[in-house]
């Protein structure tokens, strides 16, 4: 053989093995990654009325500094697009300590949807960011949300009334629409803050819901949070049943199997931890909800 090509082959040879023994012994699975890291739903409070997992739900922080980079990389929509607002605060709960944001948003014709969210930040801190659901229903003059305070987002606190804050435009396309004239009762399961999404949903639509079923299912710690929000349901004809985590009492996905009247013209929409969302849609499926009628914002 060539002395040339024979030392050539050689070298070829050891460039291999050391690329294969220098690499890593396990790759990232990346949808373990990314789940591990963001909210499984938007503003779905995680709460001990849904079963326990490890999923975080509440307006989750991620822990890596977020950036308008990594915000499209991990598939939660367009960059955001700050801009400065002045926001009201007003103590909604105390335990858990949570905070209703009343704004003037600058971008109010980007809510089309009920179920849509903005990204939130203090004032040029990128490891604030949060990711909280519009309350409010389609073509209201402000934009109300109800956040559960966490270490990352105190600048929410009430130590002062009115803070700027930098503000995204509405992002995501929200729950679906169509599903409203195609069921005849209508169905929400969900927890905490994740009231919010779904608030503004039913609010949006309650001209096309009239007539129909509409049964809310809704855990929370204790009824110190959301009266003002559930008698507004029930003031447009939705049953609003509620199950308190603080007293014990079962899950709400648990309160809510076996309500569905009429499956093949029900429609469910879950805002909660992603096991809370598989019980109810493998319920569902058990009793004949039609495919694609268990839904979420997300």
């Known amino acids: 053989m060539?002395?040339?090509?024979?030392?050539?082959?050689?070298?070829?040879?050891?460039?291999?093995?050391?690329?294969?023994?220098?690499?890593?012994?396990?790759?990232?699975?990346?949808?373990s990654f990314v789940s591990s890291n963001f909210p499984i739903s938007i503003n779905a409070l995680s709460s001990p009325q849904t079963k326990p997992t490890t999923s975080l739900i509440q307006s989750t922080t991620p822990k890596f500094p977020p950036s308008r980079y990594s915000t499209k990389l991990y598939g939660w929509g367009p960059d955001p697009i700050w801009s400065i607002c002045s926001v009201s605060l007003t103590s909604s709960c105390s335990d858990p300590a949570i905070t209703k944001i009343n704004m003037a948003h600058d971008r109010p014709e980007g809510h089309t949807n009920g179920g849509q969210y903005v990204q939130m930040r203090a004032s040029g801190k990128e490891d604030t960011v949060g990711y909280y659901a519009?309350?409010?229903?389609?073509?209201?003059?402000?934009?109300?949300?109800?956040?559960?305070?966490?270490d990352n987002n105190q600048y929410l606190s009430l130590s002062s009334d009115t803070v700027s804050v930098e503000v995204s435009q509405v992002l995501g396309g929200g729950f679906n629409s169509d599903i409203v004239?195609?069921?005849?009762?209508?169905?929400?399961?969900?927890?905490?803050?994740?009231?919010?999404?779904?608030?503004s949903y039913l609010m949006s639509n309650k001209d096309r819901l009239k007539g129909k079923t509409i049964k809310v299912f809704?855990?929370?710690?204790?009824?110190?949070?959301?009266?003002?929000?559930?008698?507004?349901?029930?003031?447009?004809?939705?049953?609003?049943?509620?199950?308190?985590?603080?007293?014990?009492?079962?899950?709400?996905?648990?309160?809510?199997?076996?309500?569905?009247?009429?499956?093949?013209?029900?429609?469910?929409?879950?805002?909660?931890?992603?096991?809370?969302?598989?019980?109810?849609?493998?319920?569902?499926?058990?009793?004949?909800?039609?495919?694609?009628?268990?839904?979420?914002?997300?």
């Open 2 to 31: 060539n002395p040339l090509v024979f030392a050539t082959c050689w070298l070829s040879l050891f460039c291999i093995c050391s690329v294969t023994s220098f690499a890593p012994s396990k790759t990232l699975d990346p949808i």
């Open 134 to 150: 519009i309350s409010t229903p389609v073509g209201s003059s402000s934009m109300d949300f109800y956040v559960k305070l966490n």
């Open 181 to 199: 004239d195609s069921v005849d009762e209508l169905y929400v399961v969900c927890t905490g803050t994740g009231i919010a999404p779904c608030y």
């Open 218 to 298: 809704w855990g929370t710690k204790t009824d110190s949070f959301g009266s003002d929000i559930a008698a507004s349901l029930e003031s447009v004809g939705a049953v609003v049943e509620r199950t308190y985590s603080g007293a014990k009492q079962p899950y709400v996905q648990d309160v809510f199997a076996g309500s569905i009247l009429t499956p093949s013209s029900a429609g469910v929409m879950v805002v909660g931890q992603k096991e809370m969302f598989e019980s109810v849609k493998s319920h569902c499926e058990d009793v004949g909800v039609g495919e694609g009628r268990v839904f979420s914002n997300f």
